[in-house]
């Protein structure tokens, strides 16, 4: 389709069933935060006017999803449904072995029980959190190696979710017989949703078939990643999206795939591997926990979804829409002056907490003095990713996170741009009092990934 040259990038659907927003008052959101521990994981949904928290699982479905969730086979074994789903991952990825899992997660925890375990060490761009969590609960260590021009935040380079080719290099030779895989993030969620160049996952791809360690992507957000690729890098402005997805899985010898991003769906996910061996032992495992390995813990009428999503996120009107809007969002809050993860990512934008709150020390957890600002000021629900997330408590030491950042992640095909132009006036409003907004203590957290359930209190002063 010729596209023709109008400057306004609309939202390319129009909008056939509707969910009320949660409208409060500042009391009540004071009660609710309050009670929930100054944590918005706890925050009940209702009471929430505009949900940043995260872009996972929170998608609105097309109607052509809805009807192939009515067409959903349900059989136990071998449904028509799994050969639907089969068939578009294969064409999406060319991997041969597809084993659906209900999200993310439960594939790292599958291919980490095989391939993890102490003395191991994987290697990666940056690990997602619950990826991390996974690894290091085999006893086996995860080491992020990003390109260091990724903590130059106000610099606006292009592929800033690049792995570092020179250290990985230095790990592959360090740690030889000890890397089971490296694995490439795309985009690189927890350093900012930024793209990583289709180069680089080339490079990489190399360096790690000279040292016979095999390549995976985390490809939850491929055709984000694919669609920055095609929009920043050079020489691939003419090509279309689904050829650069297939270059970008040929370089990898599998994926891990939370379906709940790009997949446009609210549950489900899958690996997908070149190798049949591996293949051999994640479906063993998968029998214990996830159900046989045709569902993997889902329902025909999931896989249907998921198959149709997967096809949807590869148009290019959506694409284009998609960046644009987290564009959109990042030129507004920009304006109002707030220190931005730049440029900004595929799925979210990056408020760089630490500058917009420099009183606030790391120990103090700024993102998420921030987040909780903005939860009382309009109801706005995002994510802290800074030492709550990631620091490290050891005894009474706190080693603080490398960034201090509040995230928010724009849900796909659900919010328009009025809304973006609230979050907007909202922030502007927050900038003026900034100095106001004070640090929290953390009173209670577990041990792996804290930030969910942490609770913390005020400071006084
Ligand atoms: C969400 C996510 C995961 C985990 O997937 P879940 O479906 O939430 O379990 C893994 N990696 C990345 C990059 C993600 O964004």
Same mark, same amino acid.
């Given at each position: 389709?010729?596209?023709?040259?109008?400057?306004?990038?609309?939202?390319?659907?129009?909008?056939?069933?509707?969910?009320?927003?949660?409208?409060?008052? =500042?009391?009540?959101?004071? &009660? @609710?935060?309050?009670?929930?521990?100054?944590?918005?994981?706890?925050?009940?949904?209702?009471?929430?006017?505009?949900?940043?928290?995260?872009?996972?699982?929170?998608?609105?479905?097309?109607?052509?999803?809805? @009807?192939?969730?009515?067409? !959903?086979?349900? /059989?136990?074994?071998?449904? #028509? /449904?799994?050969?639907?789903?089969?068939?578009?991952? &294969?064409?999406?990825?060319?991997?041969?072995?597809?084993?659906?899992?209900?999200?993310?997660?439960?594939?790292?925890?599958?291919?980490?029980?095989?391939?993890?375990?102490?003395?191991?060490?994987?290697?990666?761009?940056?690990?997602?959190?619950?990826?991390?969590?996974?690894?290091?609960?085999?006893?086996?260590?995860?080491?992020?190696?990003?390109?260091?021009?990724?903590?130059?935040?106000?610099?606006?380079?292009?592929?800033?979710?690049?792995?570092?080719?020179?250290?990985?290099?230095?790990?592959?030779?360090?740690?030889?017989?000890?890397?089971?895989?490296?694995?490439?993030?795309?985009?690189?969620?927890?350093?900012?949703?930024?793209?990583?160049?289709?180069?680089?996952?080339?490079?990489?791809?190399?360096?790690?078939? =000279?040292?016979?360690?095999?390549?995976?992507?985390?490809?939850?957000?491929?055709?984000?990643?694919? %669609?920055?690729?095609?929009?920043?890098?050079?020489?691939?402005?003419?090509?279309?999206? =689904?050829?650069?997805?297939?270059?970008?899985?040929?370089?990898?010898?599998?994926?891990?795939?939370?379906?709940?991003?790009?997949?446009?769906?609210?549950?489900?996910?899958?690996?997908? $591997? &070149?190798? &049949?061996?591996?293949?051999?032992?994640?479906?063993?495992?998968?029998?214990? !926990?996830?159900? $046989?390995?045709?569902?993997?813990?889902?329902?025909?009428?999931?896989?249907?979804?998921?198959?149709?999503?997967?096809?949807?996120?590869?148009?290019?009107?959506?694409?284009?829409?998609?960046?644009? /809007?987290?564009?959109?969002?990042?030129?507004?809050?920009? =304006?109002?002056?707030?220190?931005?993860?730049?440029?900004?990512?595929?799925?979210?934008?990056?408020?760089?907490?630490?500058?917009?709150?420099?009183?606030?020390?790391?120990?103090? +957890?700024?993102?998420?003095?921030?987040?909780?600002?903005? %939860?009382?000021?309009?109801?706005?629900?995002?994510?802290?990713?800074?030492?709550?997330?990631?620091?490290?408590?050891?005894? #009474?030491?706190?080693?603080?996170?490398?960034?201090?950042?509040?995230?928010?992640?724009?849900?796909?095909?659900?919010?328009?741009?009025?809304?973006?132009?609230?979050?907007?006036?909202? +922030? !502007? /409003?927050?900038?003026?009092?900034?100095?106001?907004?004070?640090?929290?203590?953390?009173?209670?957290?577990?041990? +792996?990934?804290?930030?969910?359930? @942490?609770?913390?209190?005020?400071?006084?002063?």
């Amino acid at each position: 389709m010729r596209r023709e040259s109008w400057k306004t990038v609309i939202e390319p659907f129009k909008i056939r069933s509707v969910e009320p927003l949660g409208f409060t008052d =500042r009391p009540e959101r004071e &009660k @609710a935060l309050s009670r929930a521990g100054y944590n918005l994981f706890k925050v009940p949904a209702e009471k929430v006017l505009i949900d940043l928290l995260t872009d996972s699982g929170t998608c609105a479905m097309s109607m052509e999803q809805w @009807a192939g969730m009515m067409r !959903g086979d349900v /059989s136990y074994a071998s449904s #028509r /449904s799994y050969y639907v789903f089969e068939r578009v991952v &294969k064409d999406l990825t060319g991997y041969p072995h597809v084993i659906p899992v209900h999200q993310g997660r439960a594939g790292e925890r599958l291919v980490f029980s095989f391939l993890g375990g102490p003395g191991k060490v994987f290697l990666s761009n940056m690990f997602f959190d619950t990826t991390r969590a996974n690894i290091e609960a085999t006893g086996a260590e995860a080491l992020d190696l990003p390109a260091d021009k990724a903590f130059f935040h106000g610099d606006r380079r292009a592929f800033k979710g690049d792995i570092d080719l020179a250290k990985l290099e230095q790990a592959l030779r360090l740690r030889a017989g000890r890397v089971p895989l490296v694995l490439l993030t795309v985009t690189n969620n927890s350093l900012g949703g930024q793209p990583v160049s289709l180069r680089n996952i080339r490079d990489a791809s190399r360096l790690c078939a =000279r040292h016979k360690v095999p390549l995976l992507l985390d490809a939850a957000r491929f055709a984000e990643n694919a %669609y920055l690729i095609k929009a920043r890098e050079r020489g691939q402005a003419e090509r279309t999206v =689904r050829s650069i997805v297939r270059e970008m899985f040929g370089y990898a010898q599998g994926c891990l795939m939370s379906g709940k991003k790009d997949a446009l769906v609210n549950m489900g996910g899958f690996l997908a $591997f &070149k190798d &049949k061996a591996w293949a051999g032992k994640a479906r063993e495992i998968l029998i214990l !926990g996830e159900g $046989f390995p045709t569902y993997g813990g889902l329902t025909g009428r999931d896989l249907e979804a998921m198959a149709r999503g997967i096809e949807e996120v590869l148009d290019e009107q959506y694409l284009r829409y998609r960046i644009r /809007s987290v564009e959109y969002l990042a030129r507004g809050l920009r =304006r109002q002056g707030i220190p931005l993860i730049e440029p900004p990512g595929g799925h979210a934008v990056y408020v760089d907490a630490a500058r917009f709150l420099p009183h606030i020390p790391a120990e103090r +957890f700024p993102g998420q003095a921030l987040a909780c600002a903005l %939860y009382l000021e309009a109801g706005i629900r995002a994510v802290e990713i800074g030492s709550l997330m990631f620091g490290k408590r050891e005894g #009474r030491r706190f080693l603080p996170a490398r960034m201090e950042l509040l995230r928010l992640a724009l849900p796909r095909r659900v919010y328009t741009q009025a809304h973006a132009d609230f979050i907007i006036e909202v +922030f !502007g /409003s927050l900038a003026r009092k900034k100095r106001a907004i004070r640090g929290l203590r953390l009173l209670k957290a577990p041990r +792996f990934l804290p930030h969910f359930t @942490a609770r913390l209190a005020p400071l006084r002063s």
